[in-house]
């Protein structure tokens, strides 16, 4: 055999390797996916490999352009495979870890969803754990956070109620219901001198409402502050002139005083009421 039949023979040998190869479904992917996607230093960095590898096989790359010599092409072939295999396999990682996430939000949402309906319905032990779970997911929900404060708030568990509505306090510092809600947490936790920080507070940033009024009353009650008391018990009552517990409030707040004409006319008053 001559030497040009023998090297047109090699030739054909390669071509038919080759096209056999591309054949492939995966390969096929693999280059399609290859070629959609836009250069990037990762890729870049693996073209130089690539480039070594087919230089010791006895090709030559330059640039986007590549010169074939017929020899040892499978090594070449088997490389292109490995790479392009590796490609999709980082894609299917990527699309894994996507919908990995998704099912996360997902299961986040229901715990939340869940949650806040058995906070409605003052179910606060069964509530907490489900919102604990959400907010593990989204730290930054601060309406997860106020749910899970109710809850705390609702099972007794107060230093855990403040801890989350400080935590919201400093996302949302003008907040008037968050305010108000640190104001009662830290009056059930008989810390009334946080209490009256947070209801004074409160009521320069809502005037209006009186049940603050009446719990920063309260609050100045405790401390044996009772003019502070009367003035606040007042203000709750100009605002609501039906609300009989303020006007209980006040008679007690008076009977500290030894004004025991007043204390009774606001007992009588708050019979009325009731």
Not at 2 to 17: D, G
Not at 161 to 172: H, M, N, P, S, V
Not at 207 to 228: C, E, F, I, S, V
């Amino acid at each position: 055999m001559s030497e040009k039949v023998q090297r047109e023979a090699e030739l054909t040998e390669v071509v038919e390797e080759q096209t056999a190869f591309a054949d492939m479904p995966q390969q096929e992917e693999a280059m399609e996916m290859a070629e959609d996607q836009p250069p990037s230093p990762e890729m870049a960095w693996e073209d130089e490999r690539a480039a070594a590898a087919a230089a010791d096989a006895g090709y030559d790359y330059a640039g986007a352009g590549r010169r074939f010599f017929p020899a040892a092409p499978m090594r070449l072939a088997v490389h292109a495979a490995f790479y392009y295999a590796g490609k999709t396999a980082d894609k299917v990682v990527a699309l894994y870890n996507r919908v990995f996430k998704i099912d996360r939000e997902y299961l986040a949402d229901f715990n939340k969803s869940t949650g806040a309906a058995y906070v409605r319905h003052g179910h606060w032990q069964k509530a907490i754990p489900m919102l604990e779970k959400a907010l593990a997911v989204n730290a930054d929900d601060l309406d997860t956070r106020m749910r899970l404060a109710e809850a705390y708030g609702g099972a007794n568990e107060y230093e855990k109620a403040c801890q989350q509505l400080e935590k919201i306090l400093e996302q949302r510092p003008d907040s008037t219901r968050v305010v108000r809600a640190l104001g009662v947490a830290y009056s059930r936790r008989q810390d009334y001198e946080r209490a009256i920080e947070y209801l004074e507070r409160a009521v320069k940033l809502d005037p209006d409402h009186a049940k603050t009024y009446y719990r920063l009353g309260a609050a100045y009650d405790n401390k044996k502050l009772y003019p502070q008391a009367v003035e606040a018990f007042k203000k709750a009552i100009l605002i609501d002139p039906r609300f009989a517990k303020a006007y209980q409030a006040l008679g007690f707040a008076y009977e500290c005083m030894d004004d025991r004409k007043s204390a009774v006319d606001c007992f009588k008053k708050a019979l009325e009421l009731e």
